[in-house]
């Protein structure tokens, strides 16, 4: 993966001189990536684990080849005394075997010592350049996320705005429709529902701001005296 090499200066120099845990084994920093980004440093991971999986390996190995050196060790110092004092084939063969044990654990404990030595800068390496990519990964998803949240911010204005203009078209509506319901009403009585031929119940419905919202008084059936 190619970084910018201005920012790969400045993740460089903001790394410097700090202790950087293992990534791989810190569950926070597979979260801080999305499914492509992990895409990208999957090689570098497997790198890394494998380096850590080796190193444990040798350690595991070293402190057993120490144990079956101490052992071999506790079992010839008597064999010796006693094939010095009696000679004895079967002892003196027993003696070599584990002569040529201890050269072999000798060898293997030399190797793994010397693997041991420069693993830890591998591994600190690889940490360092996996943290590197692991910034600029993060860096491009706050940035693509920081432009999505103002999209998203300008949508959530324009939208209240839109929708308090579509609420202040509708209460007028409603006015307009209790206005005229209230109109006909008090000429025709109950039968302006079917003449316009709709359905409507008027304390369903504000009226006016200021007018009485109360269901208009039936008066077909006529006003008292004449």
């Avoid at 591994?123 to 990519?133: F, G, K, T």
């Avoid at 206005?179 to 009585?189: E, K, Q, R, T, V």
Wanted: hydrophobic share 30%; charged share 35%.
């Amino acid at each position: 993966m190619r970084m910018n090499s201005r920012r790969q200066e400045g993740f460089a120099e903001a790394l410097r001189g700090k202790s950087i845990p293992i990534l791989t084994l810190d569950n926070r920093w597979y979260n801080l990536l999305t499914p492509q980004a992990r895409k990208q440093v999957s090689n570098l991971e497997h790198q890394l684990n494998a380096y850590l999986k080796r190193q444990g390996k040798l350690n595991t190995e070293t402190k057993e080849i120490r144990k079956l050196k101490k052992m071999l060790m506790d079992e010839i110092m008597p064999m010796v005394d006693e094939a010095e004092q009696k000679p004895n084939p079967l002892l003196d063969k027993k003696i070599e075997q584990n002569r040529r044990l201890l050269e072999e654990c000798n060898e293997k404990l030399e190797r793994y010592q010397n693997e041991l030595t420069v693993l830890p800068q591998r591994i600190e390496d690889v940490n360092i350049r996996l943290m590197q990519i692991t910034m600029d990964c993060c860096y491009q998803t706050m940035k693509e996320n920081t432009r999505d949240i103002q999209h998203i911010s300008d949508w959530v204005k324009r939208t209240r705005i839109e929708l308090k203009k579509k609420l202040i078209q509708k209460q007028e509506m409603e006015q307009r429709n209790h206005a005229i319901y209230s109109y006909m009403h008090a000429l025709f009585g109950a039968e302006v529902i079917d003449m316009f031929d709709m359905k409507y119940n008027p304390e369903q419905h504000p009226a006016m701001p200021g007018a009485d919202n109360k269901k208009p008084e039936d008066k077909s059936s006529g006003t008292k005296g004449a």
